[in-house]
């Protein structure tokens, strides 16, 4: 049975989730405070987390932050908030989705199995492919080039895979979304945008000339050169 951290701050608000979770086959783990919550990702097996924004003392984008440093296990981020900087924040530090509240169970199961599908079958494909100078590693979710490695989001992952195992086609946005996100109903189609904003940073700070490589096909989406 699969396990879902639930982190949040709000007893009725993780007893929701609860809810929702438990007769669809997962088994829920709870956390009232970030502390704890990195606590159980760093000693239990935990296959997906689900982290409340608005949290005191320590909220969930620095609890995200903080998971991202020992551990590459998916993160959807809970917010009440529906401002796109939210958005961005969480992606930056390293979260693979969000959902807005108040949200359904249907919405909620939907992104939890569809992020849970990308990882199981990646993980299930034990080869890492190499593209000129670049190698993908689909055991730790990272991509090195000559004698750099950067660690990335699952997010980050399946777009740079779909984007460097088909060189010089341009996919859409569309396209991105369908293959990083699996279940796009609820997806803002510019959340693309913004995890290629923070992938040619991430890249470009850890050495990787990514402005030879990663570009904007203006008007469509992206292509790798």
């Known amino acids: 049975m699969r396990t879902i951290l639930l982190v949040d701050d709000e007893h009725r608000m993780l007893d929701l989730l609860e809810l929702f979770l438990e007769p669809h086959g997962f088994n829920c783990t709870k956390a009232d405070n970030g502390k704890k919550g990195l606590e159980i ?23 995200c932050k903080k998971i991202r440093e020992i551990s590459t296990i998916p993160v959807i981020m809970l917010t009440a908030r529906s401002d796109k900087a939210d958005l961005v924040k969480g992606l930056e530090f390293g979260a693979d989705d969000y959902i807005t509240k108040p949200f359904d169970e249907r919405e909620l199961v939907a992104r939890v199995n569809a992020l849970l599908r990308r990882t199981t079958s990646n993980k299930e494909d034990t080869s890492n492919p190499v593209y000129g100078d670049f190698l993908l590693n689909r055991d ?52 693309v945008d913004s995890h290629i904003r923070n992938l040619r940073e991430k890249l470009k700070n850890a050495g990787f000339p990514m402005d030879d490589f990663l570009k904007t096909v203006w008007g469509i989406g992206y292509k790798w050169s």
């Open 41 to 63: 990702v760093e000693q239990e097996k935990v296959n997906l987390v689900l982290l409340d924004v608005m949290m005191p003392d320590m909220d969930g984008w620095e609890v």
């Open 140 to 191: 730790s979710y990272s991509l090195h080039y000559k004698t750099l490695d950067v660690q990335l989001t699952l997010k980050e992952f399946y777009i740079i895979e779909a984007l460097i195992t088909s060189p010089k086609r341009t996919f859409t946005r569309e396209q991105l979304l369908r293959t990083a996100w699996d279940f796009n109903t609820f997806t803002d189609i510019r959340t």
